[in-house]
């Protein structure tokens, strides 16, 4: 939308139909992303390609980048959609991490358990999102149980970080080097899932200046293309750890739309695209909230409430089906933390049947 927005036109590659990509696009491929006759034929329509999710497969990457500039480059979506690689490369350039062990059997992680000696999670290295494939680990838990239960054949056991908040910076890196960081946004995760997200957050300003230090030596050091998030764990010394990266536009962001000068969605096309990265400054401080498929438990919820009041924004995303946990859309309130964060909450609450 933000690429139609500036005048371009958008081909889509999709693995299903009527993806909703597919339903603003000029026109849509879809196949599998091993049929390199469709591939082919897409390399061969567009200018440049990026990605949605970081969840495809390298070798269509590396397919479509001998022939057209991809951004992100397949080298920095591998590392982003494996944990295993993404921790080794922040540990290995000197990024904070949580101290964490690879583990790829019930063995290894009872030797990494005794290692780590604390509470821990354990995570899969590939296709985790929104705490999916995550388990939580206690003092006394049973490594062999706790490794069947997670039914994946590689993962990272990670040390439980006792942190005073949770952060997230957005970073964009263009096709010639240049760097902008969005304002530090404060996040809010509930059973794994973001719940609420505050802009700008309000840390004090050596914290944010270290948040966006990190986040930008990260690009560079990815020399990624377009935009990278960095989650991050604020520790109660003011200490920053990186959680983890994701090479896109971010749930996190999605409140730009509204509060920046330039929205994340902007940001990245103006990236990839070679153009010159727009300011990140806030036009208005505001919270987003996440609407999750709990919230049609009585029904459609009532959009009225939150329709009618001044400085929301409602956005729905269209999906057929409201399971819980799922994220259905999110509403971004104009206004400052605490009241905005109070009101929002108040009317997430209310749009319940
Ligand atoms: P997403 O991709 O949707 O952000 P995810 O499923 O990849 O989520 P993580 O970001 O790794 O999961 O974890 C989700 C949340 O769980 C974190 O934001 C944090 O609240 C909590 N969490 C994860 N790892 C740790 C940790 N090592 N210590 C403490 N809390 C953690
Ligand atoms: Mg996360």
Same mark, same amino acid.
């Given at each position: 939308?933000? +690429?139609?927005?500036?005048g371009?036109?958008v081909?889509v590659?999709?693995?299903?139909?009527d993806g909703p990509?597919?339903?603003?696009?000029?026109?849509?491929i879809?196949a599998?992303?091993d049929? @390199?006759?469709?591939?082919?034929?897409?390399?061969?329509?567009?200018?440049?390609? @990026?990605?949605?999710?970081?969840?495809?497969?390298?070798?269509? =990457?590396e397919?479509?980048?001998?022939?057209?500039?991809?951004?992100?480059?397949?080298?920095?979506?591998?590392?982003?959609?494996d944990?295993? =690689?993404?921790?080794?490369?922040?540990?290995?350039?000197?990024?904070?991490?949580?101290?964490?062990?690879?583990?790829?059997?019930?063995?290894e992680?009872?030797?990494a358990?005794?290692e780590?000696? +604390?509470?821990s999670?354990?995570?899969? +290295?590939?296709?985790?999102?929104?705490?999916?494939g995550q388990?939580?680990?206690?003092?006394g838990?049973?490594?062999e149980?706790?490794?069947?239960?997670l039914?994946?054949p590689r993962?990272?056991l990670?040390?439980r970080?006792s942190?005073?908040?949770?952060?997230?910076?957005?970073? +964009?890196?263009?096709?010639n #080097?240049?760097?902008a960081?969005?304002p530090?946004?404060?996040n809010?995760?509930?059973?794994?899932i973001?719940?609420t997200t505050?802009?700008?957050a309000?840390?004090p300003?050596?914290?944010?200046e270290r948040?966006?230090?990190?986040a930008t030596?990260?690009?560079?050091?990815?020399?990624?293309i377009?935009?990278?998030?960095?989650?991050?764990?604020?520790?109660?010394?003011?200490?920053?750890?990186?959680?983890?990266?994701?090479p896109?536009p971010?749930?996190?962001?999605h409140?730009t739309?509204?509060t920046?000068m330039?929205?994340?969605?902007?940001?990245?096309?103006r990236?990839?695209?070679?153009?010159?990265?727009?300011?990140?400054?806030?036009?208005?401080?505001?919270?987003?909230?996440?609407?999750l498929?709990?919230?049609?438990?009585? #029904?459609?919820?009532?959009?009225?409430?939150?329709?009618?009041?001044?400085g929301?924004f409602l956005h729905?995303y269209g999906?057929?089906e409201?399971?819980?946990?799922?994220?259905?859309?999110?509403a971004?309130?104009l #206004?400052?933390a605490?009241?905005?964060?109070?009101k929002?909450l108040?009317?997430?609450e209310?749009?319940?049947?």
């Amino acid at each position: 939308m933000a +690429a139609k927005a500036m005048g371009y036109k958008v081909m889509v590659f999709d693995t299903v139909k009527d993806g909703p990509a597919s339903s603003c696009a000029d026109l849509t491929i879809v196949a599998p992303f091993d049929d @390199t006759d469709a591939l082919g034929r897409f390399a061969m329509t567009i200018d440049v390609a @990026t990605v949605e999710f970081e969840n495809i497969p390298v070798e269509a =990457l590396e397919f479509l980048e001998e022939r057209v500039p991809v951004h992100p480059a397949s080298s920095v979506v591998r590392i982003c959609q494996d944990r295993v =690689l993404e921790k080794e490369f922040l540990r290995d350039h000197g990024f904070p991490v949580a101290p964490f062990r690879v583990v790829t059997s019930a063995a290894e992680l009872a030797v990494a358990l005794d290692e780590l000696a +604390a509470p821990s999670i354990l995570k899969t +290295a590939v296709l985790g999102y929104d705490g999916k494939g995550q388990i939580s680990i206690s003092q006394g838990d049973d490594a062999e149980v706790v490794w069947a239960m997670l039914g994946a054949p590689r993962a990272v056991l990670e040390k439980r970080m006792s942190f005073d908040s949770e952060a997230s910076v957005i970073c +964009a890196r263009s096709v010639n #080097g240049e760097t902008a960081c969005f304002p530090v946004q404060a996040n809010v995760h509930r059973n794994g899932i973001l719940d609420t997200t505050v802009a700008p957050a309000s840390l004090p300003p050596e914290v944010c200046e270290r948040a966006r230090a990190a986040a930008t030596g990260i690009a560079e050091k990815l020399g990624v293309i377009g935009l990278i998030t960095v989650e991050l764990f604020v520790l109660a010394d003011g200490s920053l750890v990186v959680n983890e990266l994701a090479p896109r536009p971010h749930n996190s962001g999605h409140h730009t739309l509204e509060t920046a000068m330039t929205s994340q969605f902007a940001q990245h096309v103006r990236a990839v695209c070679g153009l010159p990265l727009g300011p990140v400054d806030l036009r208005s401080p505001g919270v987003m909230v996440n609407l999750l498929g709990d919230l049609w438990r009585g #029904g459609e919820p009532d959009w009225a409430v939150m329709l009618r009041e001044p400085g929301c924004f409602l956005h729905l995303y269209g999906k057929e089906e409201a399971k819980p946990g799922r994220k259905m859309g999110h509403a971004t309130l104009l #206004g400052t933390a605490p009241e905005a964060v109070n009101k929002a909450l108040q009317l997430r609450e209310r749009v319940i049947r």
